[in-house]
């Protein structure tokens, strides 16, 4: 109930982690596609992004185009339809009458944080609806607050068929999450076709509830948005040459630096001097601090990326 009043929709089915809730997202694009769009079972097909991660189950990483997550794990799952990330076009262009669902994250968080252009989601939410095919939106990462909105698909005013949920949800101390849909959607699970032994315990049901007081009690949205702001105003600041482009949304943000740059170094100088941040895709890394952080700290913070990048080498090899 209380998360039903959060996001807006009618049912909620409670999980335990993320990629759980995708496959569950998965599975119930599939028997809506049978029941209702009336696909032949087995025909179904749900289109994705390249460059996406939503997990790293089986039928996951199926559709995953990256090596490390992918290779040596076949034999792989059908169905998938692999396209680019924020091209509208191409997600018309793939869409065919077996086509049930599309599935994608509104920032791609482990592709480094990319931001689509603007109006892509929109694009997205008129090309399904025209379709008949289900909107799926994995706000796993970007979800409750992180990118300075509710959900990152409030940026664009756009509400998806489905979300899935996790990350947040469970305060940082235990696994919960869950899919949201309207009934007209979740209404395809009758008693006993899906569901997860722990999924909506008392405890992690109790923590749940207690984050979303947080998120809400705090303004958390609002705080991630004003501090984002601050942090990517300071990043964009520094002078280094080897970095191309600063980007992202509330307190989810990444520094893209050049080709060939090796940002596991820098990575590691960060730890070093007091500040934990992610390295991805070779030449990116992720900065995502606590929606709890205080100005104070983010300075301190702000004050520890400018000393590590200050060292880096202004061409490759100095």
């Not at 396209?83 to 994250?105: C, K, M, Q, R, Y």
């Not at 520890?304 to 090899?317: L, M």
């Amino acid at each position: 109930e209380k998360l039903c009043k959060y996001t807006g929709f009618e049912m909620a089915l409670p999980m335990n982690t993320g990629a759980e809730a995708v496959e569950t997202g998965i599975k119930l694009a599939r028997r809506w596609g049978a029941e209702v769009k009336g696909v032949a079972n087995g025909k179904q097909e749900i289109v994705v992004c390249a460059e996406n991660f939503h997990g790293r189950t089986s039928t996951i990483i199926s559709f995953s185009t990256d090596p490390d997550a992918r290779v040596n794990y076949g034999p792989y799952a059908t169905g998938f339809t692999v396209i680019p990330f924020g091209d509208a076009a191409a997600l018309e262009a793939a869409i065919t009458p077996n086509t049930v669902a599309f599935l994608v994250e509104p920032i791609q968080g482990e592709a480094g944080v990319a931001v689509p252009p603007e109006g892509y989601l929109r694009a997205v939410r008129e090309i399904c609806t025209k379709q008949g095919v289900l909107f799926i939106a994995d706000e796993v990462q970007t979800g409750f607050c992180r990118t300075g909105r509710k959900f990152a698909c409030d940026h664009e005013g756009v509400r998806p068929d489905v979300m899935t949920l996790g990350k947040a949800l469970g305060g940082g101390v235990f696994p919960v999450s869950a899919v949201v849909a309207d009934k007209a959607f979740m209404g395809v699970f009758t008693p006993g076709t899906h569901g997860s032994t722990f999924g909506g315990n008392p405890l992690a049901s109790a923590v749940a509830i207690a984050a979303l007081d947080v998120l809400e009690d705090e303004k958390l949205a609002e705080r991630a948005a004003a501090l984002g702001e601050t942090l990517r105003a300071a990043l964009r600041q520094i002078d280094c040459p080897r970095i191309v482009e600063v980007r992202g949304k509330g307190l989810l943000n990444a520094v893209v630096f050049e080709d060939g740059f090796e940002a596991w170094d820098t990575c590691l100088a960060l730890r070093d001097a007091g500040l934990l941040a992610k390295q991805t895709h070779g030449n990116i890394i992720r900065f995502a601090p606590p929606l709890v952080i205080s100005e104070d700290e983010l300075a301190q913070a702000i004050a520890i990326i400018k000393q590590v990048f200050a060292a880096i080498p202004t061409a490759a090899g100095a």
